[in-house]
């Protein structure tokens, strides 16, 4: 049996949604980093307000892949906060928590673009798949033989 040809439009309609799913994954797979990171800021957010006032206490320190080491919280009322490119600011317990909720607040905003960005992925994903279908079927057809 001698396969259908492939013509340049159901090509091209492939293509595209082959290119759109992909985008699709990067998109959600940025998503989930973002929520990750909106996730692990509340967490530091809470952790700042529990600590408010305290001093003396004693706590436990992450150091990295899992790994902590006990100290004593000296003092809450200065910490040392990264403001971006690596760069090490003293902020006040209160602007160090302004300065994540604003963080907080900007993911957010990407992350409302970033899923109507997906919903119109999708949508333009379940226009083409139609008709790519339709292509396909259309190639099935047995093809009339002229005659001579």
Same mark, same amino acid.
């Given at each position: ?16 949604f082959?290119?759109?799913k ?16 909106r996730?692990?800021?509340?967490f ?13 206490? =004693?706590i +436990? @320190?992450?150091? *990295? /892949? #899992? &790994?902590?080491?006990?100290?004593? %919280? !000296?003092?809450?009322? =200065?910490? +040392? @906060?990264?403001? *971006? /490119? #690596? &760069?090490?600011?003293?902020?006040s %317990? !209160?602007?160090?928590?302004?300065? +994540? ?18 919903d ?10 139609p ?5 396909y ?6 093809k ?5």
């Amino acid at each position: 049996m001698e396969l259908p040809e492939i013509t340049p439009e159901l090509q091209e309609k492939l293509a595209e949604f082959d290119s759109l799913k992909q985008q699709l994954n990067a998109v959600e797979k940025n998503l989930v980093q973002l929520e990750q990171k909106r996730n692990e800021l509340s967490f530091i957010i809470d952790s700042l307000k529990s600590i408010k006032g305290q001093s003396g206490e =004693k706590i +436990l @320190v992450p150091i *990295g /892949s #899992g &790994v902590f080491v006990q100290a004593v %919280l !000296e003092k809450s009322d =200065k910490l +040392l @906060v990264e403001v *971006g /490119s #690596g &760069v090490v600011l003293k902020k006040s %317990l !209160e602007e160090a928590q302004e300065i +994540l909720e604003k963080q907080s607040e900007e993911i957010n905003k990407i992350q409302v673009k970033m899923r109507a960005d997906t919903d119109k992925m999708i949508v333009k994903l379940s226009e083409l798949e139609p008709e790519i279908m339709s292509f396909y079927q259309e190639l099935q057809k047995p093809k009339k033989k002229s005659k001579k």
